[in-house]
C-alpha cells in the first residue's frame, strides 16, 4: 500500500478475535483463532464484511497465529503443522480479500511467535527467523499488500522480523506494545527502540493493544522520536492484559480520546481488543466530520 497525501487517516479494522467469540466460535489456546479460518470461514468472512461495512480501509488477516511453530505446540507434526498454517494462512487472505474486493487494502498480520503479552517467551533467534521467514513468504505469494508485524514487544524479536523481511517489496508495518509510556513491553527504552526502527525502512509505526491511557501517555514521546508516517489502534479494555476484553470503556470515553488522536493527524487509526465494527463506524463518523 503507498500512503498518499491525503486529509484523513486510513481506518483499520477492529478485533477479529473477540467478535468470533461473539458468535459463539470457541478459540482454544495455543491456536487461538487460527482454525475459524479453516473450520468458520463464512464467520470469519462476515466478521471482515461487517468492518468494511463500518467504513474501514484496510482489513487485517486472521493470521495472528497462523505458524508452524502454534500449530506444533498444538501437538501436530512439522509436516501436518506446517500444511495446516499454510492453509489456514492462505484462507484467511483469501477471506479478507473477499470482505472488501479492489477497494480494501489487505494487512498480513503477524505477531510474537509465542505469547505477545509474554515478551519473556521469545523463543530465540532461530525459530524466530524460521517463523517469520516462512509467513513472509506465504503473504508474498498470497498477494496482500502490507506486511504488518503487530503487537510486538520483544526488541530482540523486532530486529529478527525486521531483518527477515527486508528485501520484501511490500511495505512493511510495525506496531509496538507497551509496558508504560517509555518502555517496550520487554523494558526496552521506547526511545532506542525507535532509534533502531528509524534505521529499517519501515512505511508506517504504529501502536497497538494497549489500553487507551497507556497509548496516550506515550504518545508525546513517540512523536518527538519518529517523523514519519505513523498510527495507532488502541484496545478498549479498561485493564491492559489480564483481561478478556469485554469489560470495555464506554462510547463517551472512546470518543473523547479518539478526538484527541484525530488532532494530531495520524497517518492509520482503527481499534484493537473489544472493539466491535459499531466502533469503527464511530471511528469513521469522526473522521468525516472532520
Not at 49 to 69: L, P, S
Not at 103 to 124: K, R, T
Not at 190 to 198: E, G, H, R, V
Not at 260 to 275: F, H, K, N, Q
Request: charged share 25%; aromatic share 8%; with cysteine.
Amino acid at each position: 500500500m503507498k500512503i498518499t497525501e491525503t486529509s484523513k487517516p486510513y481506518v483499520l479494522d477492529g478485533a477479529m478475535g473477540t467478535e468470533l467469540i461473539r458468535k459463539g466460535v470457541h478459540l482454544p489456546l495455543p491456536l487461538w483463532s487460527a482454525e475459524a479460518n479453516i473450520t468458520h470461514p463464512e464467520t470469519v468472512l462476515s466478521i471482515h464484511q461487517d468492518y468494511t461495512a463500518a467504513g474501514a480501509d484496510i482489513i487485517t488477516t486472521n493470521t495472528f497465529r497462523t505458524t508452524t511453530y502454534t500449530y506444533r505446540k498444538a501437538g501436530l507434526s512439522q509436516q501436518r503443522a506446517k500444511e495446516r498454517a499454510k492453509d489456514s494462512l492462505m484462507s484467511a487472505v483469501d477471506l479478507a480479500r473477499k470482505a472488501g474486493g479492489e477497494s480494501i487494502q489487505v494487512a498480513g498480520s503477524m505477531s510474537a511467535v509465542e505469547d505477545c503479552y509474554s515478551p519473556d517467551l521469545f523463543p530465540g533467534k532461530g525459530a524466530a527467523e524460521d517463523t517469520y521467514g516462512e509467513i513472509v513468504e506465504w503473504f508474498t505469494e498470497a498477494g496482500v499488500d502490507i506486511l504488518l508485524f503487530e503487537t510486538m514487544g520483544n526488541m530482540d524479536e523486532i530486529e529478527v522480523a525486521l531483518s527477515v523481511s527486508q528485501n520484501n517489496a511490500n511495505p512493511r508495518w510495525l506496531s509496538l506494545i507497551l509496558k508504560d509510556s517509555e518502555h517496550l513491553l520487554d523494558g526496552t527504552a521506547l526511545i532506542s527502540c525507535l532509534n533502531y526502527i528509524a534505521e529499517q525502512s519501515v512505511s508506517c509505526l504504529l501502536m497497538n493493544c494497549n489500553k487507551i491511557e497507556t497509548t496516550n501517555s506515550a504518545l508525546d514521546l513517540f512523536l518527538s522520536h519518529w517523523e514519519g508516517d505513523w498510527g495507532l489502534y488502541p484496545n478498549l479494555g479498561k485493564t491492559d492484559f489480564e483481561n478478556d476484553y469485554f469489560d470495555i470503556i464506554d462510547e463517551t470515553k472512546f470518543t473523547e480520546y479518539i478526538e484527541r488522536y484525530l488532532d494530531m493527524e495520524p497517518t492509520v487509526i482503527g481499534a484493537c481488543c473489544g472493539s466491535t465494527p459499531h466502533h469503527i463506524k464511530q471511528l469513521k463518523e469522526m473522521i468525516d466530520r472532520k
